[in-house]
């Protein structure tokens, strides 16, 4: 891959990647101000806002990380199943992406409901009971990707699949 689509591609894989740990913050305050905030009032807001704001960015962001991840790892050395920081960032993605699309997605409209019903002293807590989970996971995962493409640890998934091997992490 020439160099300048390289680095752009590099760029905007760890902007996505940024975003989408950022995004995972917000979802954090949010769910901790529902679960936590001092008035009726504000956590019907957190709930709603939750419900309304967070998916489409966070899955937005998760894709473009994971194809701009696809295009670096496609384009240069690392490959995708060769080396396995980069395969085990993949499948991180790929669940990531799956849970925030089958698993969270769906789950919105009844915490948009709940958030309503808060606003009238009403609802069934049991509704969001579960919500500290997707970002405690989020974030212990993308930290985990992250830690992974700084440290490049565990080298070559096929050893001596070529002249590079083990500790020769960096891309000429
Ligand atoms: C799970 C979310 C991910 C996060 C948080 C993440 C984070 C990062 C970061 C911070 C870097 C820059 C490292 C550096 O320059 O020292 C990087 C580089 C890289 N990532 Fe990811 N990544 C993720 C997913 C993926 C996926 C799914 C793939 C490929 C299938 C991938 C492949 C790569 C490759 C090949 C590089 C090195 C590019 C180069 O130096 O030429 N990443 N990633």
């Known amino acids: 891959m020439p160099r300048p689509l390289r680095r752009?591609?590099?760029?905007?894989h760890i902007v996505a990647a940024g975003a989408w740990i950022g995004i995972d913050v917000v979802v954090a305050t949010?769910?901790?101000?529902?679960?936590?905030?001092?008035?009726d009032q504000i956590r019907a807001l957190a709930y709603q806002a939750l419900a309304t704001f967070i998916i489409w960015p966070m899955l937005t962001a998760s894709l473009i990380c994971l194809?701009?991840?696809?295009?670096?790892?496609?384009?240069?050395r690392w490959g995708l199943i060769r080396y396995w920081w980069v395969a085990v960032k993949l499948v991180l993605n790929v669940v990531l992406c799956a849970l925030i699309a089958f698993l969270?997605?769906?789950?919105m409209a009844d915490v948009a409901?709940?958030?309503?019903?808060?606003?009238?002293?009403?609802?069934?807590?049991?509704t969001v009971s579960?919500?500290?989970?997707?970002?405690?996971v989020s974030l212990t995962a993308l930290t985990i990707a992250t830690g992974?493409?700084?440290?490049?640890?565990?080298?070559?998934?096929?050893?001596?699949?070529?002249?590079?091997?083990?500790?020769?992490t960096r891309q000429a």
């Not at 752009?8 to 905007?12: E, G, H, N, S, T």
């Not at 194809?67 to 240069?76: A, P, R």
């Not at 080298?155 to 091997?165: E, H, L, P, T, V």
């Open 8 to 12: 752009a591609a590099l760029i905007v």
């Open 30 to 39: 949010l769910v901790l101000a529902g679960r936590f905030g001092g008035t």
């Open 67 to 76: 194809v701009s991840g696809l295009i670096l790892g496609l384009g240069t």
């Open 104 to 107: 969270l997605r769906p789950g």
């Open 113 to 126: 409901a709940y958030g309503r019903a808060l606003t009238v002293g009403d609802g069934d807590p049991s």
């Open 130 to 136: 579960a919500l500290f989970f997707p970002p405690a």
């Open 148 to 168: 992974l493409a700084v440290v490049k640890p565990w080298g070559r998934i096929r050893k001596g699949g070529g002249r590079r091997g083990r500790g020769q």
